[in-house]
């Protein structure tokens, strides 16, 4: 009998059989414990056509599974089941998950293909997301700006660190982050650096989650994957298009405090120059603070208001 040359794709996949072979790419693995299921063995694995799927196992194989398939490589799985796949942050939006058994055949794969399967989500649908219902972890790139400290603080009695920043896309959109744990600690080499260094932010498999009032980004425990100034072809494509955006983009802050995502182009060969004097009698006034834009309109401004201005 001739030897299966053929692989079934992800989306392929039912619960009505156990003899599927795939061939799969590891995008992620982490150790994972909880009340229901003990300590398992969780991936994420994709495809050649681009599906992925989530899958599980034993920490008991966890070994030989790292060995056959580390992170970034292709092998192939053979003799796997599916089950329904649940909980309130599922890592893609396949409804079936992986189980990895004791009598799953695994092995090398000769497959080269550097893909990594990205699947950005916008800015606009991540502020529009309804994180009230059953939600998928997503991909985000940015550049880092407002980078915070890392700072320790305490969480249910345990010390935690944590970072803040915003993220900026090329068009000057922005949305809140906040990172934990050892995904804050990748980022303190450059919290203590040059505050205008250029860092490109990508974010695998990142939970939306509301903070007062405010949907934010975040790590989803250790199923999130961080990459600082990756070298790949979407950082490369952003970083370039940041360049030639640069000296015309800023932040809008609304009269909320809320910072959003809009776009304002300045064109500084145009700008009208006025005395501290002709201000005092304007009726709008625009002030541009590093990147922030903030607008105003009163009359007849106080001599502190004034001082302000001439201090900016």
Request: proline share 2%; glycine share 4%; aromatic share 8%.
């Amino acid at each position: 009998m001739s030897k299966i040359t053929t692989f079934v794709p992800l989306t392929k996949l039912r619960p009505f059989k156990d003899s599927w072979r795939v061939q799969v790419k590891c995008l992620h693995s982490w150790k994972q414990t909880t009340t229901y299921a003990g300590d398992t063995f969780e991936m994420i694995l994709a495809d050649e056509w681009g599906n992925k799927i989530h899958a599980t196992s034993k920490r008991s194989l966890m070994q030989r599974i790292q060995r056959i398939l580390p992170i970034d490589s292709w092998g192939v799985i053979e003799s796997v089941t599916v089950t329904a796949a649940g909980g309130q942050y599922r890592t893609t939006n396949y409804k079936y998950k992986m189980v990895i058994a004791d009598d799953a055949v695994l092995s090398r794969s000769n497959l080269v293909d550097d893909r990594i399967f990205l699947s950005l989500a916008t800015y606009e649908e991540i502020e529009n997301a309804d994180v009230k219902k059953q939600a998928f972890l997503i991909d985000v790139i940015g550049r880092i700006h407002d980078l915070g400290d890392v700072q320790t603080v305490q969480v249910a009695g345990e010390d935690r660190k944590r970072v803040q920043f915003r993220l900026v896309d090329a068009e000057g959109d922005n949305l809140p982050c906040c990172l934990w744990g050892t995904y804050a600690e990748q980022l303190e080499p450059f919290s203590d650096a040059d505050k205008d260094q250029t860092i490109i932010c990508l974010i695998r498999f990142a939970k939306i989650k509301e903070f007062r009032g405010e949907l934010q980004i975040t790590n989803a425990f250790d199923a999130t994957r961080l990459f600082l100034n990756a070298m790949i072809p979407e950082v490369t494509n952003l970083t370039q298009r940041l360049s030639n955006n640069d000296l015309s983009l800023a932040l809008v802050q609304k009269p909320s405090g809320k910072k959003e995502g809009k776009k304002m182009r300045i064109n500084w060969d145009d700008a009208e120059i006025k005395t501290i004097s002709e201000l005092a009698e304007a009726n709008q006034i625009q002030i541009i603070c590093g990147s922030t834009l903030v607008v105003t309109g009163i009359k007849n401004l106080s001599r502190k208001f004034l001082k302000l201005i001439m201090e900016v």
